[in-house]
């Protein structure tokens, strides 16, 4: 009763809700250069090759980090050090994304260049707004802080995905960025009424600070090395599942190109969205070692389900009981893999951290692809999908290990004190 009462209140919490829009704005760029660019690409009728090159543009995604000392070392003459930036990149996004039909129209490279450059504002807006999640929420209200950030994320990534592409049916692709452009005003009123970071601490001094402390700071922690193992690993299961897993049904089962789309844009999408809050307002009762254990072992588990459709064959109903379980439980073991990284970074150097963390953890999913493949073509589907639930074990070894050794429960995991 106790919990529900402290759930209630951190449901009503200012803070977790800013958040859901500030996930919108972080969401929304992502498929207006990605997958939405490339329907409208199509319809002008670019070259394949083309449109391929065009993926390169989502690069600063991936490179972020590098740049992320920056955002811990300067602060903007407005709003602070985390509003302050995160303002900045909105009003960016929003004259480029406007700008983007009106000088995209006429060239390629004009129209590449202005791809690039909403990448490489919305991978800033990522690191500032990170940053400013994990300084403003207080240990209880990580959970589900992050899983409304998250809900918010995927509405502004449906937004400017699916629905901009009916939208642009009907109204035409200029309009459709015009409207995309302008919906980045909810974000940017949300800027200006967040409230301060509740870590609000000092910014590095000095440039070599803010590039060499964030590193200096982690490594020298307490069993860093297999804190680092232990993020590399918690996804990994999740990860080697998912590598091949359009190719699995669509080529290893047999499902069409529309049921496979309608089951995970339908009941995949609610599935992971109810799992994420879930998982989020089970954290304050389960506490942040306790859901690693059981929401990590839950994701694995899931991974079962495609093993059993792989010897089972083309079964409609277990194809979508298999993608709703897989997908609620990837949003529990997502969110608190989130407040984990979260609970790891110093205040000081919140946006480096983060991100260095978060590149970590995304090395798994890059690099599993081509040993996906082999594995597949020596062993088959069943074998592989055993494999992705045995994969998942070590990390969750590993972790009732560093449980011995830290502290998951205190503000900051550090050191246990005996």
């Known amino acids: 009763m106790i919990w529900l009462k402290k759930l209630a209140s951190i449901w009503g919490s200012c803070n977790v ?115 400013y999640r994990t300084d403003l929420l207080h240990k209880e209200e990580r959970g589900v802080g992050t899983a409304i950030f998250i809900g918010g994320w995927r509405l502004g990534a449906l937004l400017s995905g699916g629905l901009a592409l009916i939208i642009a049916n009907y109204l035409g692709w200029r309009s459709t960025y015009f409207l995309l452009a302008l919906l980045m005003f909810i974000g940017i009123i949300t800027t200006f009424r967040a409230p301060l970071p509740f870590y609000e601490k000092a910014a590095p001094l000095t440039l070599y600070e803010a590039v060499i402390m964030p590193f200096k700071d982690f490594l020298t922690r307490a069993y860093a090395i297999w804190i680092l193992i232990f993020i590399l690993l918690y996804k990994f299961a999740d990860s080697f599942a998912l590598a091949l897993m359009s190719t699995f049904l669509l080529r290893g089962i047999g499902f069409n190109l529309v049921e496979v789309g309608a089951v995970f844009k339908v009941f995949g999408v609610l599935a992971i969205v109810l799992g994420t809050l879930v998982g989020g307002s089970l954290i304050p009762y389960l506490k942040l070692f306790k859901s690693l254990l059981i929401f990590g072992f839950l994701q694995a588990l899931s991974n079962l389900l495609f093993m059993w459709l792989a010897i089972v064959g083309k079964h409609y109903c277990l194809f979508v009981i298999a993608v709703m379980i897989d997908s ?27 991100a260095l963390l978060s590149a970590v953890s995304a090395l798994a999913r890059v690099l599993i692809g081509p040993f996906a493949g082999l594995f597949v073509v020596h062993f088959g589907w069943g074998i592989f999908f055993l494999w992705s639930f045995i994969l998942g074990l070590p990390s969750l070894i590993l972790l009732i290990y560093l449980n011995t050794k830290l502290n998951f429960n205190s503000e900051s995991i550090s050191r246990r004190s005996f």
């Open 17 to 131: 809700w800013i958040l859901l829009f500030l996930g919108f704005s972080s969401g929304l760029p992502l498929a207006i250069t990605s997958s939405t660019l490339q329907a409208w690409l199509t319809t002008r009728g670019v070259s394949i090759v083309d449109i391929g090159m065009f993926s390169l543009v989502g690069l600063p995604y991936i490179y972020k980090f590098l740049w992320s000392p920056l955002l811990d070392r300067f602060t903007p003459p407005w709003l602070g050090r985390r509003r302050g930036w995160i303002l900045l990149m909105q009003l960016c996004l929003l004259i480029s994304i406007f700008l983007m039909p009106i000088l995209g129209d006429s060239s390629l490279w004009i129209l590449a260049v202005l791809a690039l450059l909403i990448a490489f504002f919305s991978a800033s807006q990522d690191i500032a707004i990170d940053a």
């Open 328 to 354: 609620f439980t990837s949003g529990m073991s997502t969110t608190v893999f989130v407040v984990f990284l979260m609970a790891l970074c110093n205040h000081h150097y919140t946006a480096t951290q983060f």
